[in-house]
T-cell receptor
Protein backbone atom coordinates (compact mmCIF):
# COMPACT_ATOMS: atom_id res chain seq x y z
CA UNK A 1 0.00 0.00 0.00
CA UNK A 2 1.22 3.48 -0.89
CA UNK A 3 1.94 5.49 2.26
CA UNK A 4 1.74 8.98 0.75
CA UNK A 5 0.05 9.32 -2.62
CA UNK A 6 -0.40 12.31 -4.91
CA UNK A 7 -2.50 12.94 -7.97
CA UNK A 8 -1.88 13.71 -10.71
CA UNK A 9 1.68 12.56 -11.35
CA UNK A 10 2.03 14.96 -14.27
CA UNK A 11 0.17 18.18 -14.92
CA UNK A 12 0.63 20.32 -18.02
CA UNK A 13 -1.39 23.50 -18.27
CA UNK A 14 -1.34 26.98 -19.69
CA UNK A 15 -0.59 30.24 -17.95
CA UNK A 16 -3.54 31.76 -16.18
CA UNK A 17 -5.31 28.48 -15.48
CA UNK A 18 -6.29 27.20 -12.03
CA UNK A 19 -5.27 23.69 -10.99
CA UNK A 20 -5.30 21.44 -7.95
CA UNK A 21 -3.02 18.69 -6.68
CA UNK A 22 -4.32 16.14 -4.20
CA UNK A 23 -2.43 14.31 -1.47
CA UNK A 24 -3.46 11.50 0.83
CA UNK A 25 -1.52 9.62 3.51
CA UNK A 26 -2.54 6.34 5.13
CA UNK A 27 0.11 6.40 7.85
CA UNK A 28 -2.13 7.89 10.51
CA UNK A 29 0.14 10.92 10.73
CA UNK A 30 -1.02 14.22 12.18
CA UNK A 31 1.17 16.55 10.13
CA UNK A 32 1.34 17.07 6.38
CA UNK A 33 3.50 19.29 4.20
CA UNK A 34 3.81 20.69 0.71
CA UNK A 35 7.28 21.19 -0.78
CA UNK A 36 8.41 22.67 -4.08
CA UNK A 37 11.47 21.26 -5.85
CA UNK A 38 12.90 23.48 -8.55
CA UNK A 39 14.89 22.52 -11.63
CA UNK A 40 18.10 22.53 -9.59
CA UNK A 41 16.57 19.97 -7.22
CA UNK A 42 16.39 22.44 -4.36
CA UNK A 43 13.57 21.34 -2.05
CA UNK A 44 11.78 24.09 -0.16
CA UNK A 45 8.86 23.88 2.24
CA UNK A 46 5.71 25.76 1.32
CA UNK A 47 3.09 24.81 3.88
CA UNK A 48 2.56 22.56 6.88
CA UNK A 49 -0.69 21.45 8.46
CA UNK A 50 -1.19 19.74 11.79
CA UNK A 51 -4.58 18.15 12.38
CA UNK A 52 -6.11 20.28 9.64
CA UNK A 53 -4.63 23.53 11.00
CA UNK A 54 -2.04 25.59 9.15
CA UNK A 55 1.21 25.82 11.14
CA UNK A 56 3.77 26.84 8.51
CA UNK A 57 3.26 29.25 5.61
CA UNK A 58 6.57 30.08 3.97
CA UNK A 59 5.90 33.37 2.18
CA UNK A 60 4.22 31.61 -0.67
CA UNK A 61 2.17 33.78 -3.09
CA UNK A 62 -1.51 34.02 -2.28
CA UNK A 63 -2.25 32.21 -5.51
CA UNK A 64 -1.33 29.02 -3.65
CA UNK A 65 -3.99 27.85 -1.23
CA UNK A 66 -3.70 24.60 0.71
CA UNK A 67 -6.78 22.88 2.03
CA UNK A 68 -6.97 20.04 4.52
CA UNK A 69 -10.44 18.44 4.70
CA UNK A 70 -9.15 15.96 7.28
CA UNK A 71 -5.78 15.03 8.70
CA UNK A 72 -5.22 12.35 6.05
CA UNK A 73 -5.60 14.76 3.14
CA UNK A 74 -3.84 17.94 2.12
CA UNK A 75 -4.66 19.45 -1.25
CA UNK A 76 -2.94 22.33 -3.02
CA UNK A 77 -4.88 24.69 -5.24
CA UNK A 78 -3.04 27.12 -7.48
CA UNK A 79 -4.76 30.07 -9.11
CA UNK A 80 -3.61 32.02 -12.15
CA UNK A 81 -0.68 29.75 -12.90
CA UNK A 82 2.59 31.39 -13.98
CA UNK A 83 5.59 30.04 -15.87
CA UNK A 84 7.65 30.19 -12.67
CA UNK A 85 5.29 27.77 -10.97
CA UNK A 86 6.70 24.97 -13.10
CA UNK A 87 8.36 22.55 -10.68
CA UNK A 88 7.85 19.25 -8.93
CA UNK A 89 5.56 19.52 -5.92
CA UNK A 90 5.94 16.98 -3.13
CA UNK A 91 3.53 16.18 -0.37
CA UNK A 92 4.94 14.72 2.85
CA UNK A 93 3.71 13.65 6.24
CA UNK A 94 5.13 13.10 9.71
CA UNK A 95 3.82 11.73 12.96
CA UNK A 96 3.70 15.13 14.57
CA UNK A 97 5.17 18.62 14.15
CA UNK A 98 7.94 17.52 16.53
CA UNK A 99 8.78 14.46 14.48
CA UNK A 100 11.91 14.82 12.43
CA UNK A 101 11.06 12.01 10.06
CA UNK A 102 9.05 12.89 7.02
CA UNK A 103 7.62 10.56 4.42
CA UNK A 104 7.31 11.92 0.91
CA UNK A 105 4.88 11.23 -1.88
CA UNK A 106 6.05 10.51 -5.44
CA UNK A 107 5.68 14.13 -6.54
CA UNK A 108 3.60 15.99 -9.11
CA UNK A 109 5.49 17.48 -12.03
CA UNK A 110 3.73 20.71 -12.98
CA UNK A 111 4.57 22.30 -16.32
CA UNK A 112 3.10 25.69 -17.13
CA UNK A 113 3.28 26.70 -20.77
CA UNK B 1 21.21 32.40 1.63
CA UNK B 2 21.64 28.64 1.58
CA UNK B 3 21.60 27.38 5.16
CA UNK B 4 22.91 23.95 4.27
CA UNK B 5 25.69 23.56 1.73
CA UNK B 6 26.34 20.14 0.28
CA UNK B 7 29.55 19.17 -1.46
CA UNK B 8 30.26 18.01 -3.95
CA UNK B 9 27.16 18.81 -5.97
CA UNK B 10 28.03 16.14 -8.53
CA UNK B 11 30.11 13.01 -8.07
CA UNK B 12 30.74 10.24 -10.56
CA UNK B 13 32.91 7.32 -9.52
CA UNK B 14 33.55 3.69 -10.39
CA UNK B 15 31.91 0.77 -8.68
CA UNK B 16 33.90 -0.38 -5.68
CA UNK B 17 35.34 3.00 -4.77
CA UNK B 18 34.70 4.83 -1.51
CA UNK B 19 33.25 8.31 -1.29
CA UNK B 20 32.25 10.98 1.21
CA UNK B 21 29.57 13.62 0.83
CA UNK B 22 29.50 16.64 3.11
CA UNK B 23 26.73 18.81 4.48
CA UNK B 24 27.87 22.04 6.14
CA UNK B 25 26.23 24.99 7.83
CA UNK B 26 27.06 27.89 10.08
CA UNK B 27 23.85 27.21 11.99
CA UNK B 28 23.20 24.67 14.71
CA UNK B 29 20.52 22.08 14.04
CA UNK B 30 18.59 20.04 16.58
CA UNK B 31 18.85 17.08 14.25
CA UNK B 32 19.96 16.26 10.76
CA UNK B 33 18.58 13.81 8.25
CA UNK B 34 19.83 12.24 5.07
CA UNK B 35 17.47 11.34 2.25
CA UNK B 36 18.00 9.62 -1.09
CA UNK B 37 15.89 10.56 -4.08
CA UNK B 38 15.68 8.61 -7.30
CA UNK B 39 14.40 10.05 -10.60
CA UNK B 40 10.63 10.45 -10.67
CA UNK B 41 10.25 9.64 -6.98
CA UNK B 42 10.09 11.44 -3.67
CA UNK B 43 12.96 11.58 -1.17
CA UNK B 44 13.28 8.53 1.07
CA UNK B 45 14.63 8.93 4.58
CA UNK B 46 17.89 7.08 5.22
CA UNK B 47 18.84 8.20 8.71
CA UNK B 48 18.32 10.80 11.43
CA UNK B 49 21.19 11.93 13.67
CA UNK B 50 20.43 13.89 16.78
CA UNK B 51 23.44 13.97 19.10
CA UNK B 52 26.64 15.87 18.35
CA UNK B 53 29.34 13.39 17.31
CA UNK B 54 26.79 10.65 16.65
CA UNK B 55 27.72 7.99 14.10
CA UNK B 56 25.16 5.72 12.48
CA UNK B 57 25.75 2.90 10.04
CA UNK B 58 23.36 1.57 7.45
CA UNK B 59 25.10 -1.35 5.72
CA UNK B 60 27.82 0.31 3.62
CA UNK B 61 26.70 3.83 4.51
CA UNK B 62 28.14 5.66 7.52
CA UNK B 63 26.58 8.90 8.71
CA UNK B 64 28.19 11.27 11.17
CA UNK B 65 26.85 14.37 12.89
CA UNK B 66 29.43 17.00 13.76
CA UNK B 67 30.28 17.63 17.39
CA UNK B 68 28.82 21.14 17.17
CA UNK B 69 25.72 19.89 15.29
CA UNK B 70 26.47 22.20 12.35
CA UNK B 71 27.64 19.65 9.83
CA UNK B 72 27.34 16.05 8.75
CA UNK B 73 28.96 13.59 6.43
CA UNK B 74 27.87 10.52 4.53
CA UNK B 75 30.52 7.95 3.68
CA UNK B 76 29.82 5.08 1.31
CA UNK B 77 32.16 2.12 1.22
CA UNK B 78 32.56 0.02 -1.91
CA UNK B 79 29.95 1.96 -3.86
CA UNK B 80 27.56 0.02 -6.08
CA UNK B 81 25.45 1.13 -9.06
CA UNK B 82 22.38 0.83 -6.83
CA UNK B 83 23.74 3.70 -4.73
CA UNK B 84 23.20 6.08 -7.64
CA UNK B 85 20.81 8.89 -6.76
CA UNK B 86 20.38 12.37 -5.36
CA UNK B 87 21.44 12.56 -1.71
CA UNK B 88 19.85 15.32 0.32
CA UNK B 89 20.70 16.44 3.81
CA UNK B 90 18.06 18.26 5.85
CA UNK B 91 18.41 20.05 9.14
CA UNK B 92 15.68 20.55 11.70
CA UNK B 93 15.52 24.00 13.26
CA UNK B 94 12.97 23.95 15.99
CA UNK B 95 10.28 21.35 15.83
CA UNK B 96 8.39 22.04 12.69
CA UNK B 97 10.57 22.77 9.72
CA UNK B 98 13.24 20.98 7.74
CA UNK B 99 15.77 22.97 5.74
CA UNK B 100 17.22 21.03 2.83
CA UNK B 101 20.62 21.24 1.21
CA UNK B 102 20.82 21.51 -2.56
CA UNK B 103 21.75 17.86 -2.92
CA UNK B 104 24.62 15.74 -4.20
CA UNK B 105 23.97 13.88 -7.40
CA UNK B 106 25.90 10.61 -7.17
CA UNK B 107 26.55 8.33 -10.12
CA UNK B 108 28.21 4.96 -9.65
CA UNK B 109 29.51 3.55 -12.91
CA UNK B 110 29.68 -0.24 -13.36
Amino acid sequence: DTAVSQTPKYLVTQMGNDKSIKCEQNLGHDTMYWYKQDSKKFLKIMFSYNNKELIINETVPNRFSPKSPDKAHLNLHINSLELGDSAVYFCASSGSPRSYEQYFGPGTRLTVT
Amino acid sequence: TQLLEQSPQFLSIQEGENLTVYCNSSSVFSSLQWYRQEPGEGPVLLVTVVTGGEVKKLKRLTFQFGDARKDSSLHITAAQPGDTGLYLCAGARGAQKLVFGQGTRLTINP
